[in-house]
């Protein structure tokens, strides 16, 4: 209930607003100005843009002040046609439109002679004039070019500015609670927030993203390191925008296959030093994409596959029981039949085996311990162009990924990890009029992360203090985890172009997130035994006598339920023709997070916070002397800067 009362002010807010802005996560803005041989404002010519790959049509006309805006542009390259009777029609193909970027495109008219047709054929590369925004991005050929390791969308993020590598490895990995690799700016692991065709594909329990994208379904990938518009919030770092690829008139793809093979590797130290086999190693990479028309100008889609096939060995060395080990204390007459049984039990989870490896230790054993850790991606994209002023477009993607290795060496140490991820996005579009544009989003994310002990989740946790060559029998005390989470978010944005310089944001959004946890912690006993009383480790486990235990009761599998609402408001102000100011507000109410069943108090309430954002964007537009010959010129060169207040969220894992 609480969370539908903020959502009935927001809507009110919205009304009074009367505009909402360039809300540009899934798409660009096309403006400029058009004048005619005089150089004066030329008001009521007719603009369109023409997508070239798929038809989609948008036009506008320009203001008193000779201004047109078209917003929620798609982004693609397009056809610019200007027209004006009494003039000569002008054409512009081949301009960019890139993802959260505004491109500004003048025209000079000229009076209409015996050739009513004017087309460019060139046009200089265009840059962003208005956002005051600090930004990295790369489009399609850019990351097709690039050598990513794993096809790791995140590993695009080395090459932004600002980017720090990490002290402690686990990020990326929703079982380490390590957060994400996007740390910019010294901002911590913990502080991106990312976005996936303008839909959240954040995972609120380990504040990191909830599923990559395959690389080659990406259309541009984008960082943002500072200054982000009221837009943006949630996070007090980067925020990674994801646009995807989407089918065309044409038919297109391209597939892949990558390879690597023991065959091509060198021995491994360790390998060398016991006179070992190399570690197996058989991985491929291997997919492809396809997309294209249904119906041509009407209804396209885009579908792309990715799968890892990666098995193979690692040479373990392992400290084991040495034969005369492998008993009961003969001595050790207080135990009972119970304790008796418990011993024998983790004295046979050892190998019934010969230390083989003397160079590296007594009791070392050396084999090989095979992984297999698959993955699997599927997406498919629809774009569906209801009308001229209407569209639709909605994404599905599913991945999976196993982790697991055998358990042969020390019976009760391999986990098998089988990780999904699910996500739904639709965003709607409508164009009012000229001046008014509207947009729908509607995202589901689901995630599902086990880990389990290979050996059965009754596998007890037992450490000898002794031994320090291999894991811990039983792994870690927190397996196995079993959390599902859903995530449910809604956004509106409404566009109005107010007056010929200023164009008014409002927006909101709202979420709603649910996760149900195992949250285990010892539920297993967790048994150390250590050098006491002049007794080795070995010594003291075979006689029964434990340094310490540890384990939990009571119920440990939690229901969390949390939400949010955030909205904001921002004017992009045109204050002069080379000068932009970028002026708004982001507010964000955070709810408490509360236990379903009410099994405990997390301690902290709902949050409010009121984050101001600033932004400008300056171009010179000097003819001559030092600053046009350092400048170039206009519109060739931008100073931008800006300032704001933001917060991050409480991860739950």
Known sequence: MQLCRH????????????AAGLAQTVSGTLTGR??????????????????????????????????????FIPIGRYKVTVSLPGFTTIVRPGIDVRLNATTTLDFQLEIASRSNTVTVTSAPAQIDLSSGELKSSFDEQQIEDKPIFNRDMLNLVADVPGFQTNAVSGQNNPTASSGSSVQINGTGTRAATFQTDGVNNDDSSENQHRQRVNLSAIKEFQVLRNSFSAEFGRGAGAVILVQTKN???????????????????????????????KAAVHRHIWGGTVGGPVLKNRLFFFQSLERVVNKGSSLTNTDILLPEERSVEPTATNLTAADIAWIKGIIDRFPDALPNAPALGPRVYTAFRTTNQPDQDYGTRVDVPLKSNQSL??????????????????????????????????????????????????ALGRRRTTVNLADGNDTPTVRF????????????????????????????????LLTPTNALRVGADMRRQQLNDRADQSSRGFWTFSAAQGFNSIQ???????????????????????????????DDWKARRNLTLNVGA?????????????????????????????????????????????????????????AGLFHGRIFQS
Do not use: M
């Open 465 to 496: 203090s002794d031994l320090t060559r291999g894991t811990t029998l039983g792994s870690s005390t927190v397996f196995p985890i079993l959390r599902y989470q859903t995530d449910f978010q809604y956004v509106y944005n409404l566009s109005r």
């Open 393 to 442: 477009f909605f994404r599905y993607q599913w991945s999976g990924q196993i982790r697991e290795s055998s358990d042969n060496i020390v019976r009760g140490e391999a986990t098998r990890q089988d990780n999904r991820q699910q996500s739904f996005g639709a965003t709607y579009t409508h164009t009012f009029d000229p001046r008014t544009v509207g947009e729908f989003r509607f």
């Open 247 to 277: 089918g065309t008139n044409r038919f297109h793809g391209d597939g892949y296959w990558y390879t690597q093979n023991n065959v091509l590797n060198a021995q491994s130290y360790f390998g060398n030093l016991a006179g070992a086999r």
């Open 34 to 71: 058009i004048v005619d041989p005089k150089g004066s404002a030329a008001p009521g010519a007719t603009v369109e843009a023409v997508e070239e790959s798929t038809g989609a049509q948008r036009s506008t006309l320009s203001n008193d002040a000779g201004l047109y805006r078209l917003a």
């Open 540 to 570: 003291n486990f075979r006689r029964g006598f434990v340094s310490s235990y540890q384990r939990s009761w009571g119920p440990n599998y939690l229901g969390n339920r949390s939400g949010e609402l955030n909205y904001y408001i921002q």
């Open 7 to 18: 959502a009935v002010l927001v809507c009110l807010a919205l009304a009074l607003g009367a």
């Open 586 to 642: 982001r507010f964000e109410h955070v709810l408490r997070l509360s236990e379903v069943n009410d099994l405990l108090d997390y301690g902290f309430g709902s949050d409010t916070y009121v984050e101001p954002r600033f932004g400008f964007a300056w171009s010179p537009r000097s003819t001559n002397g030092f600053l046009r010959r350092f400048t170039g010129d206009p519109g060739k060169f931008v100073v931008r800067g800006g």
